[in-house]
């Protein structure tokens, strides 16, 4: 779903990069002037494989990226603060989304991630005040403290059978990854899905109903707190 935006990449020269290992590079910064960008999975014979922290940070310009699939990363605050970012194009091998990489992206209204997925940071979409549907793969292992904090228009997210961690933030805090989400009032567990992560549905002030799988043996601690 491009929604019609164009698949034209941007010009390499816009960017700035850095090196990471071998042949890849990371994304550090943008200096164009588009508001729609189509990220190359090669730059002067370089492969993109990261965006890294805070490269397009508060750019409140942007209205839709498109992700090369040679992407495996984004890190933290990578995308924070692009208030006019509607559209992300996640590419197919993206791995890991760092903490707060779209933190306050406030006209995302749809997430949709690849099935290479395996871990959200903490924060990586709080504060998405117009998101209303995040789909998630069942390769996703790791949901971060208050992922989807405040989303407050969210109504629709699957839970990923692969789920298995919550992990710390800051050496003292977990879960509440559906903290102030006011609209999100039910969630159903998937079918076989054996074991509920500890603090899984921790803060979840608003949820009124969870439909549980018969495959369920364990139910981690304060997964319901």
């Known amino acids: 779903d491009s929604r019609g935006i164009s698949a034209t990449e941007t ?5 700035t990069y850095a090196a990471t290992t071998g042949n ?7 200096t164009g002037n588009d508001t729609e960008l189509v990220i190359p999975a090669v730059i002067e014979g370089y492969t993109v494989d990261g965006v890294n922290e805070n490269a397009f940070q508060n750019n409140t310009a942007l209205t839709s ?3 090369p699939d040679t992407l495996t990363v984004i890190e933290a605050g990578a995308f924070s603060g692009c208030t006019a970012l ?8 993206l791995a890991v989304i760092g903490d707060s990489a779209f933190a306050a992206c406030t006209a995302l209204e749809r997430v949709t991630l690849s099935n ?4 959200l940071g903490a924060y990586c979409f709080a504060e ?5 549907t995040v789909s998630m793969p069942d390769t996703v292992q790791k949901l971060g403290y208050r992922a989807f904090r ?9 839970i990923p059978i692969g789920w298995n961690e919550c992990p710390v933030h800051n050496r003292y805090y977990y879960g509440h990854m559906f903290e102030g989400c006011s609209g999100l009032t039910s969630i159903a567990v998937p079918e076989g899905m054996v074991t509920l992560p500890a603090y899984a549905f921790q803060g979840c002030a608003y949820l009124e109903n ?8 364990t139910i981690g601690n304060t997964a319901f707190q």
């Open 65 to 67: 990226v498109i992700l």
């Open 24 to 30: 890849f590079i990371e994304i550090t910064g943008y």
């Open 128 to 132: 998405c005040t117009a998101l209303k």
């Open 11 to 15: 010009p390499a020269y816009d960017f």
């Open 150 to 158: 405040n989303n407050t228009a969210l109504e629709s997210v699957n």
């Open 116 to 119: 290479a997925v395996t871990q």
């Open 86 to 93: 509607s559209y992300v194009g996640f590419g197919k091998n």
């Open 210 to 217: 969870v439909s549980l799988p018969s495959t369920l043996v």
